[in-house]
């Protein structure tokens, strides 16, 4: 016996007829058996409940990153300039930055805090965009 267990469209768990269930029965989970099922659903996986279908799970796109990770994709010299820089809007970003435990590459504070570093002439707008791309690749590896 296989049974899936799922939760808002998504398979959460399996439960093998063995042992007490991982999940304890309620109104919130939906049971399906899927012991003799050709399409060998899984973990993880979308439930159409409608065509009783299964499908990939979901992409999921992370956006937080950690200030070591920031710092990783930035130059030396890039830094050096961020950091020693006397203008008040890039102290202040800055300040914010070094201050949080983590990034969320998706805040509009740290989009404002590219483009501030773009129109003060830290780094270039192609530059930005390429950090803000290593950054979300890091934040999904």
Not at 26 to 45: E, I, K, Y
Not at 51 to 69: E, L, N, Y
Request: no cysteine; aromatic share 6%; hydrophobic share 45%.
């Amino acid at each position: 016996m296989r049974q899936l267990q799922i939760k808002s469209g998504i398979a959460q768990s399996e439960w093998n007829g063995s042992g007490g269930m991982p999940i304890p029965p309620s109104a919130d989970w939906t049971f399906l058996d899927v012991t003799d099922r050709p399409d060998n659903p899984q973990v993880g996986m979308t439930y159409d409940a409608t065509s009783d279908t299964f499908g990939p799970a979901p992409v999921i796109v992370r956006t937080i990153v950690t200030p070591a990770q920031v710092v990783s994709v930035l130059t030396a010299a890039e830094w050096q300039i961020a950091t020693t820089s006397t203008d008040a809007d890039v102290v202040w970003g800055m300040a914010q930055f070094q201050l949080a435990q983590r990034v969320d590459l998706a805040d509009p504070q740290f989009a404002q805090l590219m483009a501030g570093l773009v129109s003060k002439g830290i780094v270039t707008a192609a530059r930005a965009a390429e950090i803000q791309s290593d950054l979300m690749a890091l934040a999904n590896a």
